[in-house]
């Protein structure tokens, strides 16, 4: 099953930032405990007395509860977070759910999300945004299309009907430049993240989720080609683990403490992709219209877009200039100042 809805999840998310009312309230990272002690809720052992106090810390994901999330259920039923004196309040995304809106309105003082959106927050409308790691190396969106008529690099796209989401047009338009490929030669028409036209023949390719998608074309009986756009000139970093600078300030350490319970649930999750996603078909996954199948395929396909030599949530220099480029390029004022690796460095 793909993701219906994915195309009204970043139009919501750009409309929302849009508006300068979201940036009316300032967002401070707090601790939701019910206690008056400044977010500290105690636990108590069996013998009656306290036990060592945790900070509450609520988390907004970037969708509803897939694989795309995994390390961080792990980390919650192991005890990760527990171990670094972390209450984690863990809250699903969905097609309504604007992760930056939530920074802002104090929902959640920590949130999953795209670089692009973030940072064209950040310029456009003085968003107090800071990146502090990213869950994906590579985004996973790219072009998608079936093994009886691929398209294996961008030149193979002129001539053809490409299928591309509203919130993705930018990125597209990149990477055909960058490449080479005159615009006018390739058909572009709107996608709502549903692959039947591509599957009918109605369409040649479509950006979309190539960690996902391509199990519900097999599951029709399809076979699968398809390339990342970050391979092809627009290496963006996704599920971008971002704060405000508020929340930076006065919460330092409780972040960090987070990085390294969540880093060691996705260090858990690969060690073998396959363990994790049936443990969780009852209780994170239950409800979603999805198979436990679909969440195995896409855990074991987004490992070498989230695994890295430093460490899951790592950002090299290198990979942040990638990304700063990538974003002027579409017109997007990044700069170096937006990301922050300082924190990553103490774990």
């Not at 013998?47 to 994901?61: E, R």
């Not at 310029?123 to 996973?140: D, L």
């Not at 519900?216 to 009986?221: A, D, N, V």
């Not at 690969?270 to 198979?291: C, H, I, L, Q, S």
Request: hydrophobic fraction near 40%; glycine fraction near 8%; proline fraction near 6%.
């Amino acid at each position: 099953m793909n993701r219906p809805g994915m195309s009204r999840r970043e139009m919501l998310r750009n409309m929302a930032l849009g508006g300068a009312a979201l940036l009316g309230a300032p967002a401070l990272l707090e601790a939701c405990g019910s206690s008056s002690s400044g977010g500290s809720s105690a636990t108590t052992s069996k013998s009656g007395g306290a036990s060592t106090a945790k900070q509450s810390l609520s988390m907004q994901s970037a969708w509803v509860n897939d694989a795309e999330f995994i390390g961080y259920f792990i980390a919650i039923t192991n005890g990760y977070y527990d171990a670094e004196g972390i209450k984690l309040n863990f809250l699903p995304g969905g097609p309504d759910v604007v992760p930056e809106s939530s920074l802002l309105s104090k929902k959640a003082p920590l949130a999953l999300t795209s670089p692009d959106t973030t940072i064209k927050a950040i310029t456009s409308e003085g968003a107090p945004f800071v990146i502090v790691g990213t869950q994906f190396q590579k985004s996973p969106i790219g072009v998608v299309s079936l093994a009886k008529k691929p398209i294996h690099e961008p030149k193979d796209l002129i001539g053809k009907t490409l299928a591309v989401p509203a919130a993705n047009t930018l990125g597209v338009n990149a990477m055909l430049k960058l490449n080479g490929v005159d615009k006018s030669k390739v058909k572009i028409v709107p996608y709502e993240f549903d692959p039947t036209p591509l599957i009918k023949g109605d369409i040649d390719a479509s950006i979309d989720f190539t960690d996902d998608v391509p199990f519900t074309i097999e599951q029709k009986g399809e076979k699968v080609v398809s390339f990342l756009l970050y391979d092809y000139g627009y290496p963006l970093f996704n599920d971008t683990v971002t704060v405000t600078k508020d929340a930076l300030k006065s919460n330092r350490d409780l972040i960090v403490k987070w990085l390294r319970a969540s880093r060691k649930g996705w260090n858990e999750n690969y060690k073998d992709t396959t363990v994790y996603p049936p443990k969780f078909a009852n209780t994170y996954f239950k409800g979603t219209g999805r198979t436990i199948a679909n969440e195995l395929f896409f855990n074991n396909a987004a490992k070498p877009l989230i695994d890295a030599p430093a460490g899951v949530f790592s950002m090299s220099e290198e990979a942040i200039q990638a990304n700063i480029k990538a974003l002027v390029d579409t017109g997007i004022k990044a700069t170096r100042a937006m990301f922050d690796t300082t924190l990553l460095a103490e774990i």
